[in-house]
């Protein structure tokens, strides 16, 4: 089935060869002759099969013109490879080859109409009258999904739109405009994480050095001696035993007394609201005893407080001890700003 793009000159073959050859080099093809005709190509071939149809006027485009005698002069065929060029361009790549085709038959066609040796009429060109510009849909579509390639195909399809007079100059401009919101967002998020990332880090740091309170930590005098919990204020305390036997500051010791309070209640309030008032005194009573806060400190503070057993036999104490988690102190943390 002949082809609306087929051309019939009155020339023989060798004539229409080169006649038509002529014309084609002119529109800047290059073109070599084959044994039935011409094979004709234009444009970057690693271009195109890196970035498809948006590789513009450097887009490899390849058919061939068959030339065959007839009874008045000569018949050009075209023949294109709708597999290559898809494999190529994809979507956008196969149909702007046709485009490309149909365009340069067109101009071929009135060239050699001009010349005379045309019969019939030029091939039509391409109408672009109605249709949507396919580059701007794929912008719309990229401006979501790679921001970047929205923003070129954006650009692209705004230059095609405006040449051919398509619809889609807002599918371009939306993809654009997407494209660059989301392209600003993820540099921002980016900068952003960099920036976070050590202060994150420092963060972490600090607390995994600031021990927080915890009365499970340090172990418990023995209940069944009910022995009696008699620390002071500045007492260092090489373990935690019965009785919290001090030891000398200058010897190597694991903690430190630096606050002593009473519960305030007449019965036994119960765990939570003796932890709480714990957290509470042992809180006040550092920045005084270290000289410094213990959110920016990196020691460590337990405290020990009366159970319910120990309450019945008369222990109101809350004793408050600061430790250096990273090992065992010489001499006292009082003042010591750390």
């Known amino acids: 089935m002949a082809s609306p793009f087929d051309l019939r000159l009155n020339v023989p073959v060798d004539r229409a060869r080169f006649l038509v050859g002529t014309a084609l080099t002119e529109q800047g093809f290059v073109v070599e002759p084959l044994a039935e005709g011409l094979r004709v190509t234009r444009g970057s071939l690693g271009a195109t099969v890196a970035v498809g149809g948006f590789s513009g006027d450097s887009m490899h485009v390849s058919f061939t013109l068959t030339m065959t005698p007839t009874e008045t002069g000569t018949h050009v065929a075209v023949d294109q490879s709708e597999l290559g060029t898809w494999l190529k361009g994809g979507a956008i790549g196969a149909a702007k080859a046709?485009?490309?085709?149909?365009?340069?038959?067109?101009?071929?066609?009135?060239?050699?109409s001009e010349q005379g040796v045309l019969e019939g009429a030029i091939p039509?060109?391409?109408s672009y009258s109605g249709r949507t510009n396919i580059v701007a849909i794929f912008a719309l579509v990229l401006g979501f999904l790679v921001p970047i390639g929205g923003i070129v195909a954006g650009i692209i399809g705004l230059r095609q739109v405006k040449r051919t007079g398509e619809k889609g100059k807002g599918l371009a401009i939306a993809g654009i405009a997407i494209g660059s919101a989301l392209t600003v967002l993820y540099v921002v998020l980016i900068v952003l994480a960099f920036i976070l990332a050590p202060l994150l880090a420092a963060a972490s740091r600090s607390s995994d050095d600031a021990v927080p309170y915890s009365q499970s930590e340090v172990p418990a005098p023995d209940e069944a001696e009910n022995a009696p919990l008699i620390p002071v204020v500045g007492d260092c305390i090489g373990d935690i035993g019965i009785g919290l036997e001090p030891v000398d500051c200058a010897e190597s010791h694991e903690y430190e007394v630096f606050s002593v309070t009473d519960v305030v209640a007449d019965v036994y309030p119960g765990d939570d609201a003796i932890t709480a008032q714990a957290q509470a005194d042992c809180a006040d009573a550092f920045p005084s005893f270290v000289g410094s806060a213990f959110e920016e400190s990196s020691l460590a503070v337990s405290f020990i407080t009366p159970n319910e057993r120990l309450w019945a036999v008369g222990d109101r104490q809350i004793t408050c001890l600061v430790s250096d988690p990273t090992g065992p102190t010489i001499g006292s943390l009082a003042g010591s700003g750390r």
Request: hydrophobic fraction near 35%; proline fraction near 11%.
């Open 98 to 112: 046709k485009d490309v085709v149909q365009e340069t038959m067109h101009r071929l066609g009135t060239t050699l």
């Open 124 to 126: 039509p060109p391409v």
